[in-house]
T-cell receptor, first 117, second 107 residues
């Protein structure tokens, strides 16, 4: 089956620093990848949709200058949390859609737990 | 009003019990519906799609009532391994997740 990896799986950083999270589709090409955030006991919330070779589309309320997304290849999308603050501490999950697949058939990565101190 | 609302949890049930989860959604234009399972600190995994005619996969049965904008998931003969959070998901140009209902199956 389709596999999506994320790196790192967890990260602790100091307030004010930037953190980059990678999302890779290992055995398929993904023209579209999605970035979600999940706070404890809450639902996954879509942050942005990442399209290979073009700018990401951000959901309402998500600061594009704070959460930088780059989707430079068909197998890799990165999310950079810039100037991280403790309130950015969360579980970040990416998903990927096969180029020929349905919009709703998404394969999820294992997630990255970010803690900002 | 939340786009997708689920029963508050947690549900604590003994092994072998039957448990039902409910979910309502607000967008009548939603076309596709799913149940996902999420284990603690892990990614969500697709459990099953939900169809208007209802569908069953082993011990799991999903039902959809479009008129009431209501989705349900029934788990029969609960196993310890069923312990997880169950997420109701609807579509509306994107996947919209409910906050989940936690299930704990005890011996």
């Amino acid at each position: 089956g389709a596999v999506v990896s994320q790196h790192p799986s967890w990260v602790i950083c100091k307030s004010g620093t930037s953190v980059k999270i990678e999302c890779r589709s290992l055995d398929f090409q993904a023209t579209t990848m999605f970035w979600y955030r999940q706070f404890p006991k809450q639902s996954l919330m879509l942050m942005a949709t990442s399209n290979e070779g073009s700018k990401a589309t951000y959901e309402q309320g998500v600061e594009k200058d704070k959460f930088l997304i780059n989707h430079a290849s068909l197998t890799l999308s990165t999310l950079t949390v810039t100037s991280a603050h403790p309130e950015d501490s969360s579980f970040y999950i990416c998903s990927a859609r096969e180029s020929s697949g349905s919009l709703y058939e998404q394969y999820f990565g294992p997630g990255t737990r970010l803690t900002v101190t | 009003r939340k786009e997708v609302e689920q029963d508050p949890g947690p549900f604590n049930v003994p092994e072998g019990a039957t448990v039902a989860f409910n979910c309502t959604y607000s967008n009548s234009a939603s076309q596709s519906f799913f149940w996902y399972r999420q284990d603690c600190r892990k990614e969500p995994k697709l459990l099953m799609s939900v169809y208007s005619s209802g569908n069953e996969d082993g011990r799991f049965t999903a039902q959809l009532n479009r008129a009431s904008q209501y989705i349900s998931l029934l788990i029969r003969d609960s196993k310890l391994s069923d312990s997880a959070t169950y997420l109701c998901v609807v579509t509306g140009g994107k996947l919209i997740f409910g906050q989940g209902t936690e299930l704990s199956v005890k011996p």
